[in-house]
Nanobody
Framework: QVQLVESGGALVQAGGSLRLSCAAS????????MGWFRQAPGNEREFVAS????????VYADSVKGRFTISRDNAKNTLYLQMNSLKPEDTAVYYC????????????????WGQGTQVTVFS
């Protein structure tokens, strides 16, 4: 089992940047594909980005492509999401998740989830 704890959420002005972190503990972090998802009030959970166990392959939602960067440090058991050029529509609770297998944008394919961190972008 893997325990995931997100951090780094904040209130930020549009156009600004944030870096989210997800600290993993438990089973070997490097054995998992990791993903970031988000959920805004009244909306369904939405895929943001996913990264392979090695960090060599990534996939992004069209809405964040070119603005967000997912990365991982397996030595530190930590996943990151660098968010630049933030927009009010990026406001949501952001979750990290882990799965065994390949890259996936489907939330129901992820086994483990963190508790989320709030990102609020104001104009």
């Amino acid at each position: 089992q893997v325990q995931l704890v997100e951090s780094g959420g904040a209130l930020v002005q549009a156009g600004g940047s944030l870096r989210l972190s997800c600290a993993a503990s438990g089973r070997t972090f490097s054995g998992y594909v990791m993903g970031w998802f988000r959920q805004a009030p009244g909306n369904e959970r939405e895929f943001v980005a996913s990264i392979s166990w090695s960090g060599g392959n990534t996939v992004y939602a069209d809405s964040v492509k070119g603005r967000f960067t997912i990365s991982r440090d397996n030595a530190k058991n930590t996943l990151y999401l660098q968010m630049n050029s933030l927009k009010p529509e990026d406001t949501a609770v952001y979750y990290c998740a882990a799965r065994v297998g390949g890259l996936s944008s489907a939330g129901d394919r992820y086994l483990y989830w963190g508790q989320g961190t709030q990102v609020t972008v104001f104009s």
